[in-house]
């Protein structure tokens, strides 16, 4: 559950990134840097724990996938978030180099950060998603023995 849990607070934090970028001031660009930074450790922190469950503990859970009623939860469904998590890293990580800048002077920047807290958002709740459809194939082929 812990890479769920950080997944989740990678996906609100950087929400939160967005809602602050929209109502940009001086006041709000510390928070808008800490809680970019926050993102991208919640996302590589996502990224590990998934990493290491994926290596020692997922080949179970698909040889139970591919017996089950849901094969297409790994054929299709781990497979696309096993690429797209790539890119939603990388884009994580970009975030807060994006919100380094002085976003509140800088229309431009400022419309870069709110493109990648954006895509960042709506990848996260790609992948989150596809876990839980992940872990549905998991539950419908235990209950399917």
Known sequence: MAHVLFGVACLVTSLWVFVDVLNISETNRGRIRKMSCAAAVFMWLAFFIGGYWYVFSYKVDEAIILKGPWPFAHSFFMET?????????????????????????????????????????????????????????????????
């Open 81 to 145: 978030k096993e690429h797209l998590v790539i890119t939603l890293l990388m884009l994580a990580t970009y975030l807060p180099i994006t919100a380094a800048g002085n976003l509140a002077a800088n229309k431009d920047a400022r419309r870069v950060a709110l493109w990648v807290a954006g895509m960042v958002v709506l990848l996260a709740l790609m992948v989150e998603g596809e876990g839980a459809t992940i872990a549905m194939g998991v539950k419908a082929g235990l209950l399917a023995r």
